[in-house]
């Protein structure tokens, strides 16, 4: 599986469905896409449909998700956050 490093619709991440839980993890690492190819494959795993309930961007600086479900966002937050 080839990792998908945004997955987001809108003109930008903000205006990406406001109101979904969100997180934002630092991503100032040398091995920051290992690291967020670990999360994705991680994601399809773990989170049903996560193509549909979550949405995903790699910037410079930080990693963001944002999630439909709370129970997503706290089982994502268990392990990542």
Not at 12 to 23: A, I, M, N, Q, S
């Amino acid at each position: 599986m080839g990792v998908t490093y945004h997955h987001y619709e809108g003109p930008t991440w903000d205006l990406t469905k406001v109101g979904w839980y969100e997180c934002r993890i630092n991503a100032i690492r040398q091995d920051r896409f290992e690291h967020f190819s670990d999360i994705i494959e991680w994601l399809y795993e773990k989170i049903d449909k996560c193509e549909r309930h979550s949405r995903w961007i790699l910037s410079h600086t930080e990693m963001c998700f944002k999630f439909r479900y709370e129970r997503d966002y706290l089982l994502f937050m268990l392990r990542w956050g």
